[in-house]
C-alpha cells in the first residue's frame, strides 16, 4: 500500500536534488574543469567564493514570508525561484569555459547559488506546510537520502558529462 504523500514526497525529493547535485557539480566539478583549462589557484579559490549565498540562506527566508502571494505562497514562490534556476542552468550550459572570463563565470555561479540557496527555502517550507506531523519525519529522511545521491551523482557528472561533451551539456541531464 502507497502513502497518498507518494507523489508529493517524490517531487520534493526530486527538487532537493537538482538543487544539491548542481550546487555539488558547480563547487566541485567546474572548478576542477577551470584547472584543467589552465586556469590559476586563485582564480579557481576565488570563484568557489561564489558559494557564500548558501551561508546567507537564513536572510532568503525574509521576503518569501515579507512578499507573500494571495493563495500557495510557497508554491509560487517556487515556480518563480525555479524560472530564475532554469535561466542560470541555460546561461551555464552556453557558457565555454576555454573563452569565457573570470568576471562571466564568476557572476553566472553566484546567481546560480543565489538562487539555488534561496529555491531551497519555500520549497522545504511548502513541505512542511503540505505534510502532516507524521509524513514529516519521512520527508526528512528522504531528503537526507536524496543529497548524500546528489552528491555522488554531481561529482559522477562532472566526469561523464564534461569528459564527454564540454562545461554545459552536463547541466543538460536535469
Known sequence: MTSP??????VIGWCNFTLTMTSIYL?????LMMREYGWSGTEIGLFQISGLPVVLKFLMASPIDLFRFRQSNYFKWSVLLGGGFLC???????LNIEITTFKTLFIVAVCTTLITSWLDVPINAFAIQRFPEVERPKTGAIRSAVTALASVVGGETHVIGVRSFGLGVAFLYL
Open 5 to 10: 504523500y507518494f507523489y508529493l514526497h517524490w
Open 88 to 94: 542560470c542552468l541555460m546561461v551555464l550550459s552556453i
Open 27 to 31: 563547487y566541485l566539478g567546474v572548478p
